[in-house]
Nanobody
Framework: QVQLLESGGGLVQAGGSLRLSCAAS????????MGWFRQAPGKERDFVAA????????AYADSVKGRFTISRDNAKNTLYLQMNSLEPGDTAVYSC????????????????WGQGTQVTVSS
């Protein structure tokens, strides 16, 4: 079955950096667009970033543009999110998802997603 396993979360001070990973199995990774989304306690799920099947196209939420970078390694079946200049407002559970198309990934229209990894940014 399809599994998406996120890792790399943790506690970091404001201004710090983290790199999240999402290891995929049970699917042909290169055939799927991918995305990251986040959810803070008591808040709705928010789009963070999306990447096309080949990695040639990316999209970001305005709140993270210029600070976060999404990338993928199709040979390793792994998705990444490099997060720099972290802010307390970035505190949330970060999850990855697969989507049949890049356009749908930008709308958080996922067919599979993981359990997430906690990111906590202290001020």
């Amino acid at each position: 079955q399809v599994q998406l396993l996120e890792s790399g979360g943790g506690l970091v001070q404001a201004g710090g950096s983290l790199r999240l990973s999402c290891a995929a199995s049970g699917l042909t990774f290169r055939n799927y667009a991918m995305g990251w989304f986040r959810q803070a306690p008591g808040k709705e799920r928010d789009f963070v970033a999306a990447i096309s099947e080949s990695g040639g196209s990316t999209a970001y939420a305005d709140s993270v543009k210029g600070r976060f970078t999404i990338s993928r390694d199709n040979a390793k079946n792994t998705l990444y999110l490099q997060m720099n200049s972290l802010e307390p407002g970035d505190t949330a559970v970060y999850s990855c998802g697969t989507s049949p198309s890049y356009a749908r990934a930008t709308r958080m229209d996922y067919n599979y997603w993981g359990q997430g990894t906690q990111v906590t940014v202290s001020s």
